[in-house]
């Protein structure tokens, strides 16, 4: 293991067995939805209007989106009623982007779009040189010279307060948060982190944007969960957590029985 992502981090926390078969060996379980390509779309969609002003919103949307659709398994849930209602959903969604981030931000400046993160592991002892890697949605500065790091993620209606709260979910953030500081060689103090939830099924306010912070306990607390990660997959611990198996994709098949 050369290298960790979040998500990564993420699939062993959920059930070590599960990470091995996804993330060592390779195995192609799932391999998206119309959920799936309507996240995707909307995410092209707002990296293409903060870093290049695109004004035809809806139309790129749009063909990203067929585009995506059309690239998926032929397996895949692609209900053309539920298609219909995300080529009308994405647009809305779309034209509160830019209000929302001028309402929660005010003045700001672009720094970097899909921002590749690939630092070292220094935190901790490894038994490799492992490094975090990362894609950043958007990065921005706004005018009292704070660094902001966002993370656009499309939901239904929104997320409940555990939601927000939940240190599996926010960790994302706070690995981000951590590893652009030492990237960029700044102080933390100076960067703050937020989600923005694009909601799909929501009737107003379809942009809702949310901080997370990530203080000096929180960080170490990331650290240490990353660092069990990293201790078991390097030892090859590929436990099973048969609590997870209920909402598993291998579940039953011939890669677990
Ligand atoms: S079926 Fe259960 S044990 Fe097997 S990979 Fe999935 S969660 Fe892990």
């Known amino acids: ?51 290049e002003g695109l004004e035809q919103k809806g139309p790129f949307f749009q063909l ?20 219909n209602s995300m080529q009308n959903q994405g647009p809305l969604i779309l034209d509160e982007v830019l209000p929302a981030m001028e309402e929660h931000f005010g003045e700001y400046e672009v720094l970097a779009a899909e921002e590749d993160l690939m630092e070292m592991i220094e935190d901790f ?12 949605d958007l990065v921005i500065k706004t005018s009292d010279g704070k660094t902001h790091i966002i993370d656009w993620k499309t939901c239904s209606w929104g997320w409940d307060a555990r939601r927000k709260s939940d240190p599996m979910m926010t960790y994302q953030l ?59 997959i390097e030892r090859r611990n590929f436990i099973k957590n048969r609590l997870a198996c209920r909402r598993c994709e291998f579940h039953k098949t011939e890669y677990c029985t």
């Not at 699939?11 to 996804?22: E, V």
């Not at 989106?65 to 539920?82: Q, R, T, Y």
């Not at 002892?125 to 950043?136: R, V």
């Open 1 to 51: 293991m050369a290298h960790i992502s979040f998500s990564e981090a993420k699939n062993w926390n959920f059930c070590p067995f599960y990470h091995k078969l996804m993330n060592l060996d390779k195995v192609k379980g799932f391999q998206g939805n119309a959920f799936t390509a309507f996240g995707n779309a909307i995410h092209d969609t707002c990296e293409k209007m903060m870093t």
């Open 64 to 83: 990203k989106f067929k585009e995506i659709l059309e690239n998926l398994p032929e397996d895949a849930n692609k209900d053309p009623k539920l298609v």
């Open 125 to 136: 002892p490894c038994k490799e040189k492992n490094k975090f890697k990362g894609f950043i």
């Open 174 to 232: 706070t690995f981000y948060k951590h590893y652009w500081a030492k990237k960029h060689n700044v102080d933390p103090k100076t960067i703050e982190t937020h989600f923005a939830l694009l909601k799909r099924t929501a009737k107003s306010d379809r942009v809702e944007i949310f901080r997370v912070t990530s203080g000096k306990i929180k960080t170490q607390n990331a650290l240490k969960f990353l660092e069990k990660a990293i201790y078991n």
